[in-house]
């Protein structure tokens, strides 16, 4: 692979599972110093394990003091990807106040106050990469909080690009992605889930985490992108 990210240090908060790792393991073979920011040290020592050029760094994406902390460690960093999540789905009838507000610090208040922390510190070629997701755009019961949160996303990356600029900042929106988040289920139920995902899909089939992971990684290169988030769901959202 093309080294097009060679010597850049990539901050990916959320990297030690699923679809970070693999954003990890991509921007590493491209050359990247990669740094996976994580609550949990050890398990982001195990992936970081798998990786050269790679480092580890405590960062609770709903502790101020932690992000904080990190900042005045790291001191540069070229690109910075967040995919922490915290998911409350669940009727409106049997939302609870603490996981909602927990959800939103995931997805939407931890970003900001990263971008508030590691923007002095950015280079100005440089980029935030945030996750929304497709929840935002078909609204579904029981999944209110996930909806809400991610299409706050869409609007907090181009606050953020106008703010922070010439940073960039943008985010992916994923539909239902076989990337290891779903083995959880068991195989079979996995199954059902993928082949309803490609039954709701325009391109007919569910996506992968090649599909993802392209995609951040030519973000991460994509000099003249800002303030977008960018659809990877087959056209879900339009059925």
Do not use: C
Request: no cysteine; charged share 15%; net charge neutral.
């Amino acid at each position: 692979m093309e080294k097009q990210l060679n010597g850049q240090k990539i901050l990916i908060i959320g990297g030690a599972k699923y679809l970070g790792l693999s954003i990890a393991r991509k921007t590493s073979e491209a050359g990247a110093k990669v740094i996976i920011g994580a609550r949990s040290i050890e398990k982001a020592f195990q992936a970081v394990s798998q990786l050269p050029l790679a480092n580890v760094i405590q960062i609770d994406i709903t502790d101020e003091s932690t992000i904080a902390a990190a900042a005045a460690e790291l001191k540069h960093i070229d690109h910075i990807i967040i995919t922490a999540s915290a998911h409350h789905n669940a009727a409106i009838r049997d939302l609870e106040h603490d996981k909602i507000v927990t959800a939103f610090e995931a997805k939407v208040i931890g970003p900001m106050l990263l971008a508030k922390h590691f923007a002095p510190i950015l280079s100005s070629t440089g980029s935030i990469l945030l996750f929304s997701g497709v929840a935002a755009w078909k609204p579904t019961p029981g999944y209110t909080v996930m909806g809400v949160t991610n299409g706050a996303v869409a609007f907090l990356v181009s606050q953020l690009a106008r703010e922070l600029a010439p940073i960039r900042v943008n985010s992916i929106s994923p539909g239902i992605t076989d990337s290891g988040t779903w083995d959880i289920l068991g195989q079979q139920e996995k199954e059902a889930l993928l082949k309803n995902a490609a039954v709701s899909s325009l391109v007919g089939r569910a996506g992968t985490s090649d599909d993802i992971v392209n995609t951040a990684l030519w973000l991460l290169s994509a000099g003249n992108i800002s303030g977008e988030t960018i659809h990877i769901e087959g056209g879900a959202r339009y059925l």
